[in-house]
């Protein structure tokens, strides 16, 4: 069980900081779909792909003392930032090993946009479909936040670039 409590702390430990909740599930989302070995169970939310699971994980972790929690107020809304604590480095002395290509994927998707990332995991949500059909998808999906074909081919592109950098690539 704790193992995968272990994998988000070594996940926001590589990140060297984790900002913004929507970030963080979707870069979840995303590095287990470049099949990483990340077990929280993912359903279509109103801002993609979104895990309940790794909701409780990380409280989980921040009442253990592994992560800290930070709260920054940005007018509108506020903005979540997660980083591992000395408890939770020494937590991560447990681990298993990150598997050798995951630094490279988090470090591409920490350099994104939270929107960004949310179509692209839209977009792999439905991954299963030709792209014409998903592109239909997160038109009707994400209707409001209007992607525009250049977005859409760039998260495509993102996708592959990421897929080479995968597990089983």
């Given at each position: 069980?704790?193992q ?6 070594q ?14 599930q ?74 050798e ?11 994104k ?45 993102f996708i592959?670039?990421?897929?080479a ?5």
């Amino acid at each position: 069980m704790l193992q995968e409590h272990a994998r988000i702390v070594q996940f926001i430990a590589m990140a060297g900081e984790a900002r913004g909740r929507k970030k963080l599930q979707k870069m979840i989302y995303i590095a287990k779909k470049m099949d990483f070995p990340f077990a929280e169970k993912y359903e279509l939310h109103m801002y993609g792909p979104y895990s309940e699971e790794l909701t409780l994980r990380v409280e989980e972790l921040c009442e253990m003392g592994f992560l800290k929690e930070s709260c920054t107020d940005k007018g509108s809304y506020v903005q979540y930032s997660y980083n591992v604590t000395e408890e939770g480095g020494r937590f991560l002395e447990t681990a298993a090993a990150p598997h050798e290509k995951l630094a490279d994927c988090i470090d591409r998707l920490n350099g994104k946009s939270s929107r960004f990332l949310e179509l692209v995991s839209t977009l792999l949500y439905f991954d299963y479909l030709p792209k014409d059909e998903q592109i239909a998808k997160v038109r009707i999906v994400k209707n409001k936040l209007n992607f525009t074909d250049d977005e859409m081919q760039d998260a495509f592109d993102f996708i592959a670039e990421l897929q080479a950098c995968s597990v089983v690539a």
